[in-house]
């Protein structure tokens, strides 16, 4: 229940996985948890408050675990380049937190957030290419 520390959200993400399970391979549709949920008579939220569950449910295993793995190795890539740029360490650390609140939150749901999170990877690749390419 929602009076739980999870505030309901494990119960969001246990549907989430549910109805991920029921099609697998292809999802259930960008968008379809709100109706998905509403047709189970569990409430009504857009998303299931995690980015992870919301890929794979939304897009399945197939392009939503290739998004994700896209998404951990290029987020690797500039933390394993951080040394060469201390600078990266500030939009690094707004992108890291816009992730860690997207695994509790609906963080990488809506354009108002997804476009902060956007801008701090650019730049902070920006910043990594401008190091790599200055005067030792």
């Given at each position: 229940g929602s009076s739980d520390i999870s505030s309901g959200r494990l119960d969001l993400?246990?549907?989430?996985?549910?109805?991920?399970?029921?099609?697998?391979?292809l999802g259930r549709g960008e968008g379809s948890f709100?109706?998905?949920?509403?047709?189970a008579g569990k409430g009504f939220h857009l998303q299931p408050h995690?980015?992870?569950?919301?890929?794979?449910?939304?897009?399945?295993i197939l392009a939503g675990g290739i998004a994700l793995?896209?998404?951990a190795n290029a987020l690797l890539r500039l933390h394993l380049?951080?040394?060469?740029?201390?600078?990266m360490m500030i939009p690094l650390a707004a992108l890291d937190s816009?992730?860690?609140?997207?695994?509790?939150?609906?963080?990488?749901?809506?354009?108002?957030t997804i476009l902060p999170a956007i801008f701090f990877w650019i730049l902070a690749e920006k910043i990594s290419a401008a190091a790599d390419t200055a005067p030792a």
């Open positions: 993400w246990r549907f989430g996985m549910e109805m991920l399970w029921q099609s697998p391979i709100f109706q998905l949920l509403a047709m995690n980015f992870v569950i919301q890929f794979l449910m939304s897009w399945g793995i896209m998404m380049r951080l040394h060469r740029a201390y600078l816009i992730l860690v609140m997207a695994m509790l939150d609906g963080a990488l749901f809506t354009l108002r």
